[in-house]
């Protein structure tokens, strides 16, 4: 039986992040015979407030990927706009491919097939970095974000401390 197309990019993916790591995250499998299912480490970027954190996250595909986007969820507690108090990452590129029925992003910055794994968590330490408040998951973080800012980095700090332990 012949591997799935979503499948055989996967794996090469997957071969090319083993054989060229990206500064910031690792991914792997969660189990060695599912290729749809990664668990990726994000370490905080030097000078923005996640800094020292260790997150883990898992990216789950469809089989019909790169068509449709994978799912990304923390499993790590985070404390950011873009991220729901559940771990969903709520990011452009993550989204449906096509209009977006609030016209609020434009296509080119929703999911197309030539995004990859890396590219998503580039997109998604990134988004550590600058969140996107006009477009919150979190509604309480993004608050926080613009009006009580060192409020939010006690919370973050909480989340940075926690995800050393873990």
């Known amino acids: ?92 590129i993550l989204h449906e491919p096509g209009e977006d029925k609030y016209g609020y992003e434009k296509p080119e910055e929703r999911w197309l097939p030539i995004h990859t794994v890396e590219t998503i968590m580039i997109s998604v330490i990134s988004m550590l970095a600058d969140p996107n408040t006009e477009s919150p998951a979190n509604v309480d973080a993004a608050k926080e974000w613009k009006e009580d800012r060192d409020e939010f980095k006690r919370k973050v700090a909480r989340c940075v401390r926690k995800s050393q332990d873990d």
């Open 1 to 92: 039986m012949t591997e799935p197309r979503s499948a055989l990019l996967l794996r090469k993916q997957l071969a090319e992040l083993n054989k060229s790591p990206v500064d910031g995250f690792s991914a792997g499998l969660i189990q060695d015979n599912d290729l749809y299912r990664w668990e990726v480490i994000i370490i905080g970027s030097a000078d923005t407030f996640y800094e020292g954190g260790v997150f883990k996250a898992h990216l789950t595909f469809p089989k019909d990927y790169p068509l449709r986007p994978p799912k990304m969820k923390f499993i790590t507690d985070i404390w950011h706009p873009n991220i729901d108090k559940n771990g969903d990452v709520c990011i452009s």
